[in-house]
């Protein structure tokens, strides 16, 4: 079959085996064609884990899959920053897939998290697209650096759980394409996926997998997509609709019942035969593709296992990258501790780690670290002490009570010099499928931080959360409060590097931590009602919300403590035809080797369109030696300082001075520079339905108008008064002298030889 064009592969098959190509086998396989030599191609669950099924593929089996790394999820790569490190899990992903026989891993998802509330947060990235879309890019690099596709996901829209299936996202086309679609543009342009999964949900009244403007005329025609188009599993509402639409691949298998749709269609006449020729190609490609990775040169199932992979290396990985995505909060100097340090370790979830979130990525971990077994393998010996503090899961007749619980916690707590409290939220409040009810962190756990901070105010706070939670009575009641998120089978041992420093604190949030849920920008308009969800925040989601109503934050975007200092300075910004050029300096001004998060903003207070008051352009994560100063040259794309023009239905960048803003945070901005951006010439046809305003700002077209307005033009307050009135219902007013429809036709011959017709 390699010896083939896809193309010339599909005009040896006939309709029935086009169409069987086109939709699952099973539920984990594309369907093959034995006797074209065209072998079956295992698509498995991701994305920070490979999830292959033990035994038969007909069910979900959620609970039994091979053992595999277990990467930290996305909510704490995030928070890294670091699109080398990602492109490095991106690699050992694509490792394990290809040992295990997969050919395409499910993921990336790069959703915006429009809401804290989303049940699957904790699979994606971030709440702004730039960085959504940077560390999506170098996951699905990495990916397929070693023959393995990527399936990024999910398309689009798709940012809560709660009816998920067939609620309308009602959005507008600018926040559509700058904040939901924009990450997804640049994983697809920059890293060029092999496959893409649509989501479940409608956008705008249509669904997602028959929605021909996403998937044919944004995705492939303004982007050049030329992968595959893949569904949800269970996503397709029509098939002959997706299909025409530009899906290209039904999962799971529907047993020949879609199939033969689609061949009723095409014999009569409702779906042309080249169409699903197209989305047949597409599928014998995706199938090549994964033929050509070493280990599978040859025609046959795909079901078999390459060679295999290096299991503690992949651990080591995990434990590195989970240091690297952990967020200190708040710290007031307890931290890092001491070897010799007298510390009790209170919280379940330092014995019992909660390393991931529920759902289709349940990975099963090749091995599982915790947190106390990583405190005890640096603090010195017999210095760490443990006490549960309360329960996980079901409580039986041999438990302890709560109350017992809290009194061992407090008499360990009393007894150390350190309290290290591990809380957070149950697995139960987070997975794929539902949303979580609130950002509260239990009642129980809450009044253990109050009980432990009694006995002992030198609290050290650990988070094991997907989403975020309201922390505003763990600040007031600790000394230090470190974001672990959920991190990966070496999370438990990565915590503890960073509670000693053998690991200085890098991570940053990519998602605000509001004091309430009320602050939120989508609180009014989530989730929806009666099967439609409005996103009423429109542009304004995560910190452009927060920063454009000056709401206090519990912890802005992009924070992040450090055991060190930076100091920012010498910015320079140079506008050139690509976008602009941005050199700082950075010095670390501490004691300790460190690791800083460059942020890049820029605003456009002038701007004739709202906009937030900054947003995320470029990014680096750089190490730094103590007392180390480096200049760190960055670029953003003049492509990324551009907004879409609802009116011209284009990219545009608005001219200006712009201010470029450096710094730690969306709300500490230590350097700042303004440069002058030349715009784009934003050429909009005129018409009678153009405003007064718009018409006289063009002089030819004003000319044409002005006869027919000389009375209403002598008055400046009659001006101000109609100005935003379209043309044509003043030209209708008694007296004008002009006929309306005339007008109307010499401003079409203009827009003729401009070429706006």
Known sequence: MLALTPEEVVARLTLEEKASLTSGSSFWFTQGVARAGIPEVMLTDGPHGVRKQRGGADHVGLADSEPATCFPPAVALGSTFDPDLLERVGAALGEEAAAQGV???LGPGINIKRSPLCGRNFEYLSEDPVVSGVLGAALVRGLQSQGVGASLKHFAANNQEADRMRVSADVDERPLREIYLRGFQRVVTEAEPWTLMCSYNKINGTYASQNRWLLTDVLRDEWGFRGLVMSDWGAVDDRVAGVAAGLDLEMPSSEGRTDAEIVAAVRAGSLEEAVLDVAATRVVDLVQKTLRRDGH?????????????????????????AA??????????????????????????????????????????????????????????????????????????????????????????????????????????????YDRADIELPVEQLALLDAVADANPRVVVVLSNGGVVRVGDVTKRSAAVVEAWLLGQAGGTAVAD????????SGRLAETIPHRLQDSPAYLDFPGEHGHVRYGEGLFVGYRWYDARDVDVAHPFGHGLSYTTFEYSELSVTPDAEGLAVSVTVTNTGERDGREVVQVYTRLASSEVARPLRELKAFASVALAAGESRVFELRVARADLACWDIRSGAWVVEGGSYSVEVGASSRDIRVRAT??????????PLTLDSSLDEVMADPEAAEIVRHGLSRFLEDPDMVKLIGSAPVGRILGFPGTGVVPAEVGAQLERLNAERGLG
């Open 498 to 505: 960073v509670l000693y420093g053998a690991v200085n604190p």
């Open 675 to 684: 440069v002058p951006v030349a715009g784009d010439e934003v050429a909009v």
């Open 103 to 105: 050919g395409v891993l």
């Open 297 to 321: 040169a040859s025609s046959g199932s795909a079901h078999g296992a390459a060679d295999g992979y290096d299991v503690d290396a992949h651990h080591a990985l995990a434990r590195e990258v």
């Open 324 to 433: 690297r995505s952990v967020v200190l909060l708040e710290n007031d100097g307890i931290l890092p501790l001491a070897p010799s340090t007298r510390v009790a370790a209170i919280g379940a979830f330092a014995a019992q780690p909660r390393y991931q979130g529920a759902g289709s990525s349940l990975i099963n971990p090749t091995r599982l670290d915790s947190a106390l077994d990583g405190l005890r393998e640096h603090a010195a010996e017999g210095a760490v002490t443990y006490a549960a503090g309360f329960l996980l899961g079901e409580a039986d007749s041999s438990s302890p009570t709560a109350d017992e619980l809290v009194r061992e916690a407090v008499a360990v707590a009393a007894a150390s010099e350190v309290a290290v409290l591990f809380i957070g939220l149950p697995a139960e409040l987070e997975s794929e499928g």
